[in-house]
């Protein structure tokens, strides 16, 4: 008696576009084979496994494993792998169990390598105590005061696309959503000298990104060997914090500021009354430069794919922009009546969430979907797959913002959609993110029209984050 229903239909492949009957999986229901049965997967190189397939390209090695094997694969190789793609499993792997999960070893040390010891790649005690102090600084009046600098740094460069408009010369898209996402970071970071150190460190921030990539994806732990590659990386770091060292000190000097920065200084634990060092200021400060920069830059770059590529929604999207609006910037206070705007970012990470791939390795021994987790094993839960789930999202591959509204949301599977991972680790910048993104959006809907060219799809890359693999170029025209 009370024991879980089991089906015997388990684990069965999902051919694209097939629907699963929604009263077949439902939040809260596993559907499994057997007790302790190891998952099925690729059988893969002699020596090597699926490793060369999924460095090659992970997110689709990923996808077409899924929907040959079903909702649980296993990876051979000298590290096993496991992918679990149901979002009862991605729940149990985050949040019901998150203990057993932490992230692995290498993943952990080489981010430490790179970002220091700051949120993104701090682990255990130090992680708690790094989040406590670092919540404030995004809570709601907090991000109230961002959404003012994001809005001024967004303009300055949406005013430089004019010349594009006017000469009919085309706009590298993601090369553009990095110079945004960059202005509004750095606007957030150092406030008033924003414009000044941001064509110092972006520079900078873009070479460290492709050495985290390379980093965080190779069999050998690049970063600490003494490698040209490792030792430019270590320049650019050097370089960052020759910018931020000293504003750190100003920031001690003149307390009161509403950057991020400020907030970090002034911060104190509210358990112990001790407030960050300098270097965990500085730590926590490029963690978030450097994650916070690529993700939103993904997730802008993805959406002016997606809106070129369905004029329905653009004309939507357009029109309410238009009516709230009009002509004059927007403000944080808008967004409730942008609503429509919101449906279409958050759509847009359904289909490419900037974090596509979490790991975690399990501590203990663990049953997820009716098979055996063992101790040691290492896991993937990749979102692109899981926000693809048929048993989830009617059309999954299909670009239909209209899913987001409230009431469907309410109805959804909470670990269906977690492009902010999701559990004790959920990302602190989502609301951040959130806030940026439909400002941004609407900013540009307001004064250009962008048009891809050519008008074909674009192929994805899975770097630190999702990027097009080819240059992604559009036209712009300026709306009436």
């Known amino acids: 008696g009370g024991s879980r229903k089991r089906r015997e239909v388990v684990n069965r492949s999902y051919l694209p576009g097939a629907p699963i009957r929604g009263d077949e999986q439902t939040e809260g229901e596993l559907v499994a084979t057997v007790d302790g049965r190891v998952p099925p997967g690729p059988r893969g190189n ?13 997110v689709h090695a990923f996808l077409g494993a899924w929907r040959e ?14 992918l679990l793609a149901h979002p009862d499993a991605v729940k149990q792997v985050l949040q ?17 390598a790179i970002v220091g010891g700051g949120l993104v790649g701090a682990e255990g005690a130090g992680w708690v105590r790094s989040r406590r102090m670092a919540q404030p600084a995004f809570r709601r009046h907090s991000l109230e005061g961002y959404g003012r600098q994001f809005v001024e740094a967004t303009t300055e460069v949406l005013d430089s696309w004019a010349a594009n408009a006017e000469t009919g010369r085309p706009l590298e898209v993601e090369s553009e959503m990095v110079r945004v996402s960059l202005a ?9 000298d924003w414009r000044r150190e941001i064509d110092r460190v972006g520079p900078a921030v873009g070479d460290i990104l492709a050495f985290a990539n390379s980093a965080l994806t190779s069999v050998v732990d690049t970063a600490r060997l003494p490698l040209p590659a490792t030792r430019r990386f270590e320049r650019r770091l050097e370089l960052l914090d020759s910018v931020l060292y000293p504003l750190i000190a100003e920031r001690r000097r003149s307390p009161g500021g509403q950057d991020l920065v400020s907030m970090l200084v002034e911060v104190t634990d509210e358990e112990t009354g001790d407030g960050l060092t300098d270097k965990q200021v500085r730590d926590e400060t490029i963690s978030f430069f450097i994650a916070g920069h690529a993700t939103i830059a993904s997730a802008l770059t993805w959406t002016w794919y997606l809106l070129s590529t369905h004029p329905a929604v653009w004309r939507r999207l357009r029109a309410e922009v238009a009516e709230v609006l009009g002509n004059r910037p927007p403000s944080v206070a808008d967004l409730p ?10 759509e847009a990470m359904r289909l490419y969430p900037p974090i596509y791939l979490v790991l975690r390795r399990a501590l203990a021994d663990d049953e997820v979907g009716g098979y055996r987790i063992p101790a040691g094993a290492n896991i993937a839960l990749c979102p692109y797959v899981t926000h ?11 670009f239909e913002p209209e899913r987001f509204a409230p009431e469907a949301a309410r109805a959804r599977h909470r670990m269906a959609f977690f492009p902010f991972s999701g559990g004790p680790r959920r990302c602190i910048g989502e609301g951040f993110a959130l806030l940026q993104l439909p400002l941004v ?12 060219l050519p008008a074909r799809p674009a192929e994805v890359e899975a770097a630190v984050t999702l990027r097009p693999r080819a240059p992604m170029l559009m036209r712009v025209d300026r709306v009436a």
């Open 46 to 58: 002699l020596l090597l496994g699926s490793i060369p397939e999924i460095r090659r390209d992970n």
């Open 69 to 82: 094997y079903g909702d649980t694969v296993r990876f051979r190789g000298p590290l096993t792998l496991y």
């Open 96 to 112: 019901d169990n998150a203990a057993n999960y932490p992230r692995p070893p290498f993943v952990r040390d080489r981010l430490q």
């Open 184 to 192: 509004n970071l750095a606007a957030s970071l150092f406030q008033t």
């Open 337 to 346: 009546r942008l609503a429509f705007t919101g449906m279409v970012v958050e």
């Open 388 to 398: 693809r789930h048929p048993g989830f999202w009617d059309n999954p591959e299909g």
């Open 441 to 452: 959006v609407a900013m540009v809907a307001q004064r250009y029209r962008l048009s891809l």
